[in-house]
């Protein structure tokens, strides 16, 4: 039998980032395959179980840690586990996700480690080698990891297993046929959220996006045809962009309406709109079927394929929200860095988008190897346009060479980057003074007060520009707790939630601290 571990996760309590953890759709997606392949498993959502167990992180006041502690992670593990599958899907929670492996490690030495996730596919070797990692399980794991589980129940050499990181007998690192990409995506059923605890995420509003009611994560499309330089996502999922079959798309969402009650979905994918007529297609589905929900874009999309047509259908088929990735307004800095968008194009998508009724956002990268304060003028011009146009937010994150990345594997051949947890963990300090720079031209400083002048350019011309639309969004998430922007969503987080969780994290501190009392009478 295997253990599928989600691990716990980091949570900021100040600053400009918002930190809210997604339900492990990975994960759910490859337990399903597992049971409908009639494997033995079962789910440790160390996260789900543990959304009200908050702590102190051990060495920084901005942090707090959400989720079971290690002991009650290792407690749960039931006793014929031969396997041990842990998630990290993300860089910044390898640390805490690194220590519980080592913590199985001791109190289960009989158990093989198996690892995947975006994190261990961008640098397996290491996560091998440092991490106390078995075998490292690279790309889409369904497959990949049904094959080696009955690969290792027969006792059969795991060359012929494909898509796995190991180490051999001789002490060299070897892929087994590298990343394998999953071409056929409809055979696999959807999540298996009846092994998660996914009534805790949803009453707890615990996703990305914008809380507009009770939601639940959706995957309509994987992978991404764009290879940019700062993104980890080519080394995942290569190039090729699948979109799923849009009845069964819709199927899931009403399956999910009947059985959670839920009224939004906030799509996963790394860039949902690439095909017109697939996009088309999935909002007939929803338009005709009178399903009556609203759904959202959060994580960015392009927006070459967006036109009155495709806009018209979306608002139809109740999409709230999307955002635009355009990342510098510097022509020169999106060549260099792969980002193949057409500007004048962008901003045509994004005033369709606006006039239509959809809440639109835009995200700023600032901070590449290459920018200097000439190219963020350009950035700050695009961005103060986007203000007058009547974009709704504009997320300003600074350069982290995320691993697995082009940009990551250049500055790493240049010695710029050291594996610690405080690299590691540089995602989470997009938004404050201390995160590094790898920009040649701007430090750490400069990058900072940048970056708050974009943020201060954009939200003031937009309120003034907008101030009616502005109060309204306010007084509704103040009021009502929606929300149907960023910053209303930072408001909510702000004003409710981030007291919330520091009091859970206080009475749970004292809820421990009375426990161990007891057990010392």
């Excluded at 795991?158 to 892929?175: A, F, M, N, T, V």
């Amino acid at each position: 039998m295997i253990t599928l571990i989600q691990p716990p996760v980091y949570k900021q309590v100040k600053g400009l980032q918002i930190q809210t953890p997604n339900p492990p759709l990975g994960l759910a997606y490859v337990a399903a395959w597992l049971k409908e392949n009639k494997y033995p498993y079962t789910v440790i959502d160390a996260l789900g179980e543990g959304l009200e167990n908050i702590r102190k992180h051990p060495f920084r006041n901005d942090l707090m840690i959400q989720g079971l502690e290690n002991e009650e992670i290792i407690a749960q593990i039931p006793i014929d586990t031969k396997y041990i599958g842990i998630s990290v899907l993300f860089s910044f929670i390898w640390p805490l996700t690194k220590k519980l492996i080592f913590d199985i490690k001791v109190a289960r030495p009989d158990i093989k480690i198996i690892a995947g996730g975006e994190h261990i596919t961008a640098v397996p070797e290491y996560c091998l080698r440092e991490g106390g990692i078995d075998i490292c399980v690279l790309g889409e794991g369904e497959n990949t990891l049904l094959q080696l589980l009955k690969a290792l129940d027969a006792n059969e050499d795991l060359h012929s297993c494909s898509g796995l990181g190991i180490i051999d007998r001789e002490g060299k690192y070897l892929e087994t046929s590298g990343v394998v990409r999953e071409l056929e995506i409809d055979k696999f059923p959807w999540p298996d959220w009846d092994s998660f605890p996914i009534e805790k995420y949803i009453d707890n509003a615990q996703l990305n996006g914008v809380y507009r009611g009770r939601s639940i994560s959706l995957l309509p499309t994987r992978g991404c045809p764009f290879t940019c330089t700062f993104c980890s996502s080519p080394r995942m999922y290569g190039s090729k962009w699948i979109f799923r079959d849009p009845k069964d798309i819709a199927d899931e969402m009403q399956y999910y309406q009947k059985k959670y009650k839920v009224t939004n979905f906030d799509c996963q994918d790394l860039t949902a709109v690439v095909n017109k007529n697939k996009m088309i297609e999935l909002c007939k589905e929803i338009i005709n079927r009178k399903m009556n929900i609203t759904w959202q874009l959060p994580s960015g999309t392009r927006s070459e394929s967006f036109d009155k047509e495709l806009v018209d259908y979306l608002y139809r088929a109740g999409l709230k929200n999307l955002a635009f990735a355009p990342e510098s307004g510097d022509k020169e800095i999106l060549k260099q860095v792969k980002k193949k968008v057409d500007l004048e194009k962008f901003e045509d998508a994004a005033r369709t988008c606006v006039k239509r009724g959809i809440v639109t956002g835009v995200f700023i990268v600032i901070g590449f190897p290459n920018d200097t304060h000439e190219s963020l003028k350009k950035t700050l011009k695009l961005v103060r346009k986007m203000a007058f146009l009547g974009i709704h937010d504009c997320t300003v994150s600074k350069f982290v060479p995320y691993p697995g990345s082009e940009l990551f594997f250049e500055l790493q051949a240049e010695g710029k980057i050291t594996f610690n947890n405080k690299f590691f963990e540089s995602p989470i300090d997009f938004y404050s003074e201390q995160s590094n720079s790898f920009c040649k031209n701007l430090s750490e400083k400069e990058l900072y007060n940048w970056m708050l002048k974009l943020f201060m350019n954009f939200y003031i011309l937009s309120f003034l520009t907008h101030p009616f639309r502005t109060f309204k969004i306010c007084m509704k998430a103040l009021l009502t707790r929606r929300e149907e922007t960023r910053y209303a969503k930072f408001l909510t987080d702000k004003v409710y939630l981030r007291t919330k969780w520091l009091y859970k994290g206080f009475t749970y501190q004292c809820n421990k601290k009375f426990r161990k009392s007891k057990l010392h009478l």
